[in-house]
């Protein structure tokens, strides 16, 4: 996956929009410090993919390129779903001279690849950086399960069968999922690939789903429910139409105008109808702390 259109110039301005002044050097420290930056400032959504598929067939899924994905986050303060901020903070880090490329998983375990996500290497060793789950610290993919000490951002990587499974507890899942490692590294091709076929079967389709980091804090809009997680649990309300839109602009951080157009698209009202398709199967893994 060689470098799209990620010119100093664009790298610069997102650098500097996550916080960082300067380039930090490629090493573990810096790793830390970007994917920290990005955990805290870009959201994970479907909201320019909701406006893009009610378009017509023949609009191009955003984010296909770092390029698109960072005017956007610049522009908006949108993010994307898995496929699209993988391959955006993939290019960012090999621009900014890191080992990184990309990983294809299968979230729920499903043994389809459906997950896009991000692995650096330094000295033999291989950390994970996804820009859907946003655990905030790099994860270190071991021979050793390794736990997450942050109860709000809870994640563990357990080894097994020479890959690894990643469980991440993030709302509305009431409990954690297993996402394991299949195709490491991956390539462009396949990304590309699989995000076009998100066209047809994906979750992030039908209704609204945004996710932000906040301190302290995990803040969901899923469908027409907000949920927030803390240390001390997680917290459910149902939102009104004009809630539902001021929550993406005051907490996800969506431009005004960019959430009008998804209004416009139909993306509200789809928000308030019940979800289409079989419910996912439960959750009867428990991840290795939980053993």
């Not at 650098?15 to 410090?33: I, Y």
């Not at 509305?172 to 047809?200: H, M, Q, W």
């Not at 997680?229 to 939102?239: M, P």
């Amino acid at each position: 996956m060689g470098i799209d259109s990620l010119t100093p110039a664009l790298r610069d301005r997102v650098l500097a929009r996550l916080g960082l002044p300067a380039p930090p050097p490629a090493g573990l420290e810096g790793l830390r410090a970007v994917y920290a930056a990005w955990c805290a400032g870009v959201p994970f959504d479907n909201v320019r993919k909701m406006i893009a598929l009610r378009s017509g067939p023949a609009r191009p899924l955003p984010g296909r390129d770092a390029s698109d994905f960072f005017t956007g986050w610049l522009e908006y303060g949108a993010g994307g779903t898995c496929w699209a901020t993988s391959h955006a903070l993939c290019e960012l880090l090999l621009s900014l001279g890191f080992a990184a490329r990309p990983v294809a998983a299968s979230m729920r375990d499903a043994g389809v690849l459906n997950h896009g996500t991000v692995a650096v290497a330094f000295d033999g060793q291989h950390w994970l950086v996804d820009s859907s789950l946003l655990t905030g610290i790099p994860l270190p993919l071991g021979t050793e399960v390794f736990v997450s000490p942050d109860a709000v951002l809870a994640a563990e990587v357990e080894p097994e069968n020479g890959t690894h499974v990643i469980w991440a507890d993030v709302p509305p899942n009431e409990g954690y999922l297993a996402c394991r490692l299949l195709v490491d590294p991956s390539d462009r091709a396949t990304c590309l690939e699989r995000y076009e076929a998100s066209r047809e079967r994906s979750p992030f389709n039908q209704r609204l789903y945004a996710r932000r980091n906040r301190p302290g804090a995990l803040v969901v809009l899923f469908g027409n429910r907000r949920l927030e997680k803390t240390a001390a649990g997680v917290e459910t309300r149902d939102l009104s139409r004009a809630r539902m839109r001021a929550s993406l602009i005051e907490e996800i951080g969506l431009a005004p105008g960019l959430v009008d157009d998804w209004i416009a698209a139909g993306g509200l009202d789809a928000s308030f109808e019940p979800p289409s398709g079989p419910p996912p199967p439960p959750l009867n893994r428990r991840p290795p702390s939980q053993r």
